[in-house]
């Protein structure tokens, strides 16, 4: 077996966890938080509790929630001023993805310097971040656990991937009844944000035993239960079951990567500014389609993970069940059919595809994808 690494924060996991924010901090070694989330959290009430708790601590605080659905790289330099001027030393995230993947990038900057795009790719930060504290408010991205930060280059149109070890956070705090405030809605695209994120790392190139049964356990935990999370905002035992599915997929993408959906994602999302789970559970089982001869036993163990019986059964004909599977979760859910529901139109796909070539997921897809098959897949998720 090759060698390989496998990185994962403290971890804190339960209702009620929020409470361990400012001993979280304190420990870390705090003495100002800067605590980044955005405008829904602060309205849900999260934030105030937050900086209520963290004031309990004996820690001073600075709020900062000017971040969008997609974060851009001048919502992080306007992070970074705040940061800075504010003489913090530490940074708590309090939200979905998008905040989380904005207070790395804010915490990367802060120590070391320069601009966003310097750092796009993979290992390329140099110094330590300060300490830093990720509490998720949805059960989708699995940035709290993860070395990703997604920001997208305004000029450019782009989604730039930073990928580093540095940028895990220190401890992940997941609270499952933060969970019961979402929309049906929310619930849903990040829910298939989760299923989208097992199914990749399942099946990466760069996957190994610590990560598969990370992403295994994610995918039966989001089959038994994200229907009923979706259904219903007081069925506390599916909202655990998500947030635990959701900490398993990002300890798993976190170290086997992902793959062809999210690196045509991320430029939907930069180009288009749509909402990143949705657009994952549109294009998963086209790429799982298009990666079938590549992947027929991964498949084929999704398949089972669904509830899919194999008795008499080949593996492609389980491979399949897989993809009919997650179609069905999607459409159960309402998922929007096509891309072209959410915004997307024809003469957008050169330009999407030119820039996902270059996407670092694409590296550990388990089937080569070239520019023009980009191009065939998005025109088929019309």
């Not at 496998?6 to 001993?23: C, H, K, M, W, Y």
């Not at 999704?302 to 599977?325: H, Q, V």
Request: hydrophobic letters at 45%; a negative charge.
């Amino acid at each position: 077996m090759d060698i390989f690494k496998f990185v994962t924060p403290e971890i804190i996991f339960g209702r009620n966890s929020l409470d361990q924010i400012g001993a979280s901090a304190a420990r870390l070694g705090a003495r100002k938080v800067f605590v980044a989330s955005d405008p829904g959290v602060l309205e849900a009430g999260w934030a105030g509790k937050a900086v209520e708790i963290i004031k309990g601590a004996g820690l001073e605080h600075c709020l900062w929630t000017g971040i969008t659905p997609n974060p851009k790289d001048c919502e992080i330099e306007e992070g970074v001023g705040i940061y800075r001027s504010e003489n913090c030393d530490a940074v708590l995230a309090l939200g979905g993805g998008s905040v989380i993947d904005a207070a790395k990038a804010v915490a990367l900057m802060a120590t070391n310097g320069g601009t966003i795009q310097q750092y796009e790719g993979i290992g390329k930060v140099h110094s330590p971040l300060p300490p830093l504290v990720a509490v998720p408010t949805t059960a989708g991205s699995g940035a709290e656990v993860s070395q990703f930060s997604i920001i997208v280059d305004v000029e450019r149109k782009i989604k730039m991937t930073i990928i580093s070890k540095s940028l895990v956070p220190d401890i992940a705090i997941v609270d499952s009844g933060i969970l019961g405030t979402k929309s049906s809605e929310l619930t849903a695209n990040t829910g298939m944000d989760v299923l989208t994120h097992a199914v990749e790392a399942y099946t990466s190139v760069a996957a190994t035993p610590l990560t598969d049964v990370q992403a295994l356990n994610s995918i039966r935990l989001i089959a038994r239960s994200l229907r009923k999370s979706v259904a219903s905002k007081t069925d506390l035992v599916a909202k655990e079951e998500m947030a635990m599915a959701s900490l398993q997929a990002g300890i798993a993408f976190s170290n086997a990567i992902l793959g062809a959906v999210h690196a045509i994602t991320h430029q939907l999302g930069g180009l288009l500014d749509m909402p990143h789970g949705e657009a994952n559970a549109i294009l998963l089982p086209h790429v799982m389609r298009f990666n079938l001869i590549a992947a027929l036993e991964r498949y084929a163990e999704i398949a089972e993970a669904f509830g899919e019986s194999s008795l008499g059964t080949s593996k492609r004909a389980m491979a399949e069940k897989a993809i009919s599977a997650v179609e069905e979760l999607a459409e159960d859910i309402g998922i929007s059919p096509s891309l072209s529901a959410v915004g997307l139109q024809e003469e957008h796909i050169p330009e999407l595809s030119k820039n996902a070539i270059h996407d670092a997921c694409l590296i550990t897809n388990p089937r080569d994808m070239t520019r023009a098959q980009i191009e065939k897949l998005l025109k088929e998720a019309l």
